[in-house]
């Protein structure tokens, strides 16, 4: 029993730690300089990335870490920033590769270098988890009866307006920027759908599974689609129509565009803009 308990801890932490990933590194994920930077760097220069990456990495988990445990002490805190990394290269090289910017063609160097420059934010994020929107009331059993008492119609517009903003938050620094043409033109209808479950997953995981914020209070509320699946499903087409608009906006987009043109390019802008929804509904 205790070694499933431990077991379970170790889960929650490395979602919680992946979570905090997701929202740290996926702007830049979106930088075609990062890419080509990563791209034509050379391996000599990646072990002073990798190294620098780390001393910033212990430092943070010193004080933060993606554990609900803070412990501080030197061992614990070199062991999770070496999981802290590993986990950052994971998630910088599953995106790389959902967004084709890693294919079975890139050449191993390539490939490499830009694993290693989008793992930066990546792990970053990992290691700040603990102060990415958490708060320390998840434990606590107080309620605020005022906001249990609110109508459901109340709580799905604070929902909705927060899903908007933290959507227009991301996507307004990426709309404008030739990534997601670029994005689109190497990318085919199964990978816009692994995109769909990507996104949809990432957005549960941030708001349901990460213990980030005050989550029993979440499943305290009472909205017309406060369901974790019902809420997660309608927040990423709100976050979808934010991404339209953005696109829109910014003239990247037409209205006399084929509809194949807004499906890839909405879908693509929708995963960043998903995430930042999914941030902007932990402020609630």
């Known amino acids: 029993m205790g070694n499933l308990q431990a077991w379970k801890q170790e889960l929650d932490d490395i979602v919680r730690g992946a979570c905090g990933g997701f929202l740290f590194g996926i702007p830049l994920l979106y930088t075609m300089e990062v890419w080509w930077i990563g791209a034509w760097i050379g391996p000599p220069r990646l072990p002073a990335v990798l190294a620098l990456t780390f001393g910033v990495v212990f430092l943070l988990n010193r004080t933060a870490g993606f554990r609900s445990t803070r412990d501080v002490r030197v061992e614990d805190a070199l062991r999770d ?10 998630c ?3 995106m790389l590769v959902l967004l084709r910017e890693i294919t079975p063609q890139t050449a191993l160097g390539e490939a490499l270098g830009k694993v290693v420059f989008e793992g930066v934010p990546f792990t970053m994020g990992v290691a700040l988890a603990n102060l990415l ?3 320390d009331s998840d434990e606590g059993t107080s309620q605020d009866p005022d906001q249990d008492n609110q109508d459901a119609l109340n709580i799905t517009l604070t929902d909705l ?8 938050f991301i996507a307004f620094n990426i709309a ?5 043409s670029m994005l689109a033109a190497a990318t085919s209808p199964p990978w816009l759908l692994l995109i769909v479950l990507a996104s949809l997953l990432i957005s549960y995981g941030i708001v349901f599974e990460a213990d980030f914020a005050d ?3 979440r499943a305290r509320q009472q909205g017309l689609f406060q369901q974790p699946l019902s809420e997660t499903v309608f927040s990423y087409l709100v976050s979808l129509a934010i991404a339209a608009a953005m696109l829109w906006f910014f003239d990247r987009l037409a209205f006399d565009d084929l509809w194949q043109l807004w ?4 879908l693509l802008l929708g995963l960043p803009a998903t ?6 509904r932990l402020v609630v």
Request: glycine share 14%; no cysteine; hydrophobic share 45%.
């Open 133 to 135: 929107l958490r708060t």
């Open 81 to 90: 920033s070496v999981e802290a990394m590993a986990l950052g290269t994971i």
């Open 92 to 94: 910088s090289l599953l």
């Open 263 to 266: 499906l890839s390019h909405t």
């Open 176 to 180: 404008p920027t030739d990534e997601i």
């Open 161 to 168: 307006g927060f899903t908007a903003i933290g959507a227009v």
């Open 215 to 217: 989550q029993k209070k």
């Open 275 to 280: 995430i930042g929804g999914a941030a902007g």
